[in-house]
């Protein structure tokens, strides 16, 4: 059975992009005679708003989408993803970062410092016991020992078959300091538990499914295919970002606009 879902984060309300990435789901679920799912990505405490969530629910529903429910909502389930967390400690295959964002920028002048690969912090023990907070991240190293080599890593994207690349990611965090889970563990525990076949998003996080490759292989968990689809682009040419207000779903609602004109002007 094919399933698929749509997972925003509510740290703002839906734009464009948003609706377009739900509906190219949605039919893609009905077409195949499968399920699509809803899942609310609300482990940021500090970002997310109720106001927001709702809104999500208002502008699915206004654009005549349907969804299971029971929804899944991340922060209820912080047991399953800490579970799968001390799994990859237990064996060896986290380490902890105490380093400050200006840490990580220092030492990595030239690159995203979000591709880091610094392993253990030399001063751990001092910053441990002076309660220094920490992140937990996945040591590539370490995770290509334990599999042997990335070689036999491939999952399907785009009808084709391709061969995972998680260096792309770098030793990603698993556990934020302030959350206690980062974004690549709960999604990837989460399309697994919901039985997620089919993962559709945008352009935007096609190299997510590198690093969620390797996190299935590390922990067991069956590997779905990946769609992604086009990002929808602003007046200005640009991505759509949460602070273009005017490309809100809300707004366009709030102006006269139809999910009909929507769709057409989506190409939909
Ligand atoms: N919560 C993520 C976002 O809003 C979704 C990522 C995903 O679909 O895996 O971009």
């Not at 005679?33 to 709702?54: H, S, V």
């Not at 400050?100 to 001063?123: C, K, N, Q, V, W």
């Not at 995972?164 to 302030?178: C, F, I, S, T």
Request: a neutral charge; hydrophobic letters at 40%; aromatic letters at 8%.
């Amino acid at each position: 059975m094919f399933v698929t879902r749509f997972a925003p984060s509510p740290t703002g309300y839906l734009h464009k992009g948003h609706a377009f990435s739900a509906i190219t789901a949605h039919e893609a679920a009905r077409a195949a005679g499968g399920r699509f799912l809803l899942r609310i990505e609300d482990i940021d405490a500090a970002r997310c708003r109720p106001a927001y969530e709702a809104g999500i629910f208002e502008d699915l529903a206004w654009l005549g989408l349907d969804w299971e429910t029971p929804v899944r909502r991340q922060s209820e389930h912080m047991d399953d993803y800490a579970a799968a967390l001390e799994r990859l400690r237990a064996e060896g295959l986290l380490y902890r970062c105490f380093r400050t964002r200006a840490e990580l920028i220092a030492s990595a002048p030239h690159g995203p410092m979000d591709t880091f690969r610094g392993g253990p912090d030399p001063d751990e023990s001092a910053r441990l016991s002076a309660g220094e907070p920490f992140a937990w991240r996945l040591s590539l190293e370490a995770a290509e020992r334990r599999l042997g080599g990335f070689e036999g890593l491939t999952f399907e994207a785009d009808g084709e078959r391709v061969r995972a690349r998680p260096e792309v990611g770098g030793d990603v965090v698993l556990a934020r300091k302030d959350a206690g889970v980062a974004y690549h563990l709960a999604a990837t525990v989460d399309d697994a538990l919901q039985g997620v076949t089919c993962v559709i998003r945008g352009v935007d996080l096609k190299e997510a499914a590198h690093v969620q490759r390797l996190l299935q292989a590390l922990l067991g968990l069956p590997t779905p295919t990946y769609l992604h689809h086009r990002l929808i682009l602003g007046p200005d040419g640009k991505r759509l970002a949460k602070r273009d207000r005017a490309q809100t779903l809300r707004e366009l609602r709030a102006a006269g606009v139809t999910p009909a004109d929507l769709r057409r002007e989506l190409g939909l």
